[in-house]
């Protein structure tokens, strides 16, 4: 990211970057792998804390856009949906074993996990609006209340019935993007797809309140 950042059309120092982040999904499946335990909230916390520092230290004036995370163990009720994603499931390997050889109580404590590191991303926001005037962090939560129950089948990618299709990214870039141009006091958790997309003019705004 940095090189490309060394682009000449880039004026590192005076012009504002848009930098958007989401992670921590493959911590959550990490935990039922056998290589390493879930990644404590409070481990979540610090591991952000730490990339968003280094991201001040190395690049001047940046609005980040920090996703909170969507409940992956809704994927799992997703692809029951689909006979073709139980076929996959069931002869190929498992993408996430957390999520489809977990069981209920596994799942429930993914959703559980997804909410806290979402806390946590919030908590870290608000230290450093108070820290910076020239970098923001901005807790997005559009998308983190999808559920199975709006959702179907083809926002899975076919490859493997667990990562986001195309359909998938291009719902989440859109309900992000019009997240983004919408005051906190005004932002849902809905996974609104529906709603148009924003289109902003010279006089429109990033909140960061």
């Excluded at 076929?87 to 404590?109: A, N, P, Q």
Aim: charged fraction near 25%; proline fraction near 5%; aromatic fraction near 10%.
């Amino acid at each position: 990211m940095l090189l490309h950042l060394q682009n000449k059309a880039v004026d590192m120092e005076n012009d504002w970057k848009l930098l958007t982040i989401l992670i921590g999904a493959n911590d959550l499946c990490l935990g039922c792998s056998g290589y390493a335990p879930f990644l404590t909230p409070d481990d979540y916390e610090k591991h952000i804390t730490e990339l968003l520092e280094e991201v001040h230290r190395n690049i001047p004036k940046v609005f980040v856009n920090f996703v909170l995370m969507f409940n992956v163990s809704q994927v799992y009720d997703i692809s029951l949906k689909s006979e073709y994603c139980r076929d996959v499931h069931r002869v190929l390997g498992i993408e996430c074993i957390c999520v489809f050889e977990g069981g209920e109580k596994t799942r429930e404590e993914l959703g559980k996990l997804t909410v806290e590191y979402n806390e946590r991303a919030i908590k870290v926001a608000k230290k450093f609006a108070s820290k910076y005037d020239d970098f923001a962090v901005v807790p997005q939560p559009c998308i983190s209340g999808g559920t199975a129950a709006t959702l179907t089948p083809d926002v899975l990618s076919k490859v493997d019935c667990f990562h986001p299709s195309l359909l998938m990214h291009e719902l989440m870039t859109k309900v992000t993007w019009n997240c983004m141009f919408t005051p906190s006091s005004e932002k849902d958790d809905s996974f609104n797809f529906q709603e148009p997309l924003k289109c902003p003019t010279n006089s429109t705004l990033l909140y960061t309140y």
